[in-house]
């Protein structure tokens, strides 16, 4: 996506939206799921319009029981991590920007902030820099998550310090929100679900 702005006629192009009235059964099935869920709590009296125009779940109607098995995974990584939740947040962050996943971004920063990041660590990771200033548990996050998402791997000392501050449970929960939101953002970048009408583009390419 880049720095492009992507319409939503554009999205739509891709996979119109399904409205309740045309969904299967199965389509109802995850649409339900998503409304009545956790995650409607963020989105207030808007929940069947957020789920419907936002995020990955139209996409992922097209296939409704992957749907229904990834939405769950979500929701554990989302509501039930080990990782504190500012920090869950950071992870999110830097999965987007490393997919350039503009909606990712958007939706996600204001978690980030409501949840007490500091809104200068995530200006940093916007221009693909590593923010100065981090605390131990901050920098321990970044850089895991950095190393996993650029050199598919992490070395002794990056699993050895989240092991330390989080447990077993934590190295494998941050492997989680990284690869769960990863494919987030494929669904996100492929379908080209554009931030909302009127919203700048939060992510400039990277060089």
């Known amino acids: 996506m880049g720095g ?9 192009d891709r996979f119109p939206i399904i409205q309740p009235e045309q969904m299967n059964a199965e389509q109802k099935k ?6 009545a869920g956790p995650r ?3 989105y207030g009296g808007e929940a069947a319009t957020r789920v419907l125009k936002g995020g990955p779940f139209n996409a992922w109607m097209r296939s ?9 995974v979500g929701e554990h990584i989302r509501f039930k991590s080990s990782i504190p939740k500012h920090l ?24 980030a902030m409501k949840a007490g990041l500091d ?8 221009l693909g820099k590593r923010p100065a200033n981090m605390k131990e548990d901050e920098a321990a996050v970044y850089d895991f998550c950095i190393q996993l998402h650029r050199a598919k791997k992490v070395d002794d000392a ?4 989240v092991k330390a501050l989080f447990g077993e449970q934590g190295v494998v929960d941050l492997v989680g929100v990284s690869g769960y939101y990863a494919a987030v953002s494929m669904t996100l ?10 919203k700048p583009l939060p992510l400039k390419p990277l060089e």
């Open 189 to 198: 970048n492929v379908a080209e679900v554009p931030v909302p009408d009127g």
């Open 40 to 42: 409607a709590q963020n």
């Open 88 to 111: 869950n947040e950071l992870a999110i962050l830097i999965t987007a920007r490393e997919w350039t996943s503009q909606y990712e971004w958007y939706a996600h920063h204001a978690l």
């Open 4 to 12: 492009v702005s992507v319409g939503a006629a554009a999205a739509e």
């Open 158 to 161: 990056n699993f050895q310090r």
């Open 119 to 126: 809104p200068k660590i995530a200006e940093d990771v916007a």
């Open 30 to 35: 995850l649409y339900e799921t998503l409304i």
């Open 64 to 72: 409704p029981e992957f749907g229904m098995r990834i939405q769950a």
